[in-house]
């Protein structure tokens, strides 16, 4: 019987522990897009879109739409590539793709995904009339702990300095 609760206990640090490296990776992943955001489309508590760069090697920002799916037990982000930068570019809607960024989210309640910050730091309330004044994220990202319904998972809170926005002259 110990040896079976100890198994048990192994497995569930484990899983535990893979889970957290994960929510760690895709972290991190959320935060280089964000950061290199160069305009806000639509601000939400849980779903942005912005024009940001996805992949490093791209010629124009993309389109990006992070959000909740339906069950909110997945964290997706949609990326629909432009012609150009805007305002000149449009979305090549015909190429876009939806990515799943943490598969096995755990909506934490009472606690939004994104929280955006002026340049003091101080969290701005929504809807935001003028999206020029955010230069900041506060990004809550979270993953299921144990089988109890009363945990409220594993949680990992990313702050980000928006360091890509731009002014078309």
Known sequence: MG????????????????????????????ATVLRGTTD????GDNDVTVYAYFYPNNTYVSQIRY?????????????????ANPPNGIPVTANKK????????HKVPGINIFT???ASGNALSLPVSDQHVVKGMKV??????SESSSDTGQTMTLS????NRKTNL
């Open 3 to 30: 040896f079976n609760t100890s198994l048990n206990q192994y497995l569930y640090l484990q899983k535990a522990g893979t889970q957290f490296s994960e929510l760690a990776t895709s972290s991190q992943r959320v």
């Open 40 to 43: 806000f489309i639509a601000l």
């Open 67 to 83: 959000y909740l799916n339906a069950q909110n037990d997945a964290l997706l982000a949609d990326v629909t590539p432009m012609s």
């Open 98 to 105: 939806t990515y799943t960024v943490i598969s096995n989210y």
């Open 116 to 118: 955006y910050l002026d």
């Open 140 to 145: 809550v990202l979270a993953v299921p702990g």
């Open 160 to 163: 980000v300095s928006l360091r």
